[in-house]
């Protein structure tokens, strides 16, 4: 399974007791669209070269937007959850949820940086926890 690697976020701390993982993105100066994964190809937006788009740090916090639970893989053990979060800061991404919650649409959540199998992978959960 494709996996978002760690050089493309990183643990943080926003000093409020919240821990959560940071994507490195980028946003385009001339339309300000934010994407991710970065890439280096030009805005898709407005069509502004790749030399207007800024490194920026997005908080891997949004909303729950589709899952998907897969039951069947020919390596990783099953069954595990990718999801589509819409990040506040605007790009739609996919990731693993955390196996030990039931997701739901909708819901609010945070992604960080937990083991699965051999390596470090960005996991969602839920931002607020409560009862399933």
């Known amino acids: 399974m494709p996996s978002v690697t760690t050089d493309l976020w990183e643990g943080a701390d926003t000093g409020a007791g919240v821990d959560h993982a940071v994507l490195h993105g980028r946003q385009c100066i001339s339309c300000g669209l934010r994407l991710f994964p970065p890439q280096a ?18 908080p891997a916090i949004g909303r729950l937007h589709s899952f998907a639970v897969v039951n069947l893989h020919p390596v990783l053990p099953t069954p595990y ?13 996919r990731a693993l949820f955390d196996p030990e919650e039931a997701p739901a649409i909708g819901e609010r959540v945070i992604g960080q940086g937990a083991t699965y199998g051999s ?14």
């Open 81 to 93: 959850t990718i999801v589509e979060v819409e990040l506040d800061s605007g790009p739609l991404i």
């Open 119 to 132: 390596g470090t992978e960005l996991v969602f959960a839920r931002a607020e926890k409560g009862p399933q």
């Open 41 to 58: 190809y030009g805005c898709p937006g407005c069509g502004a070269l790749a030399d207007q788009l800024l490194a920026v740090e997005l």
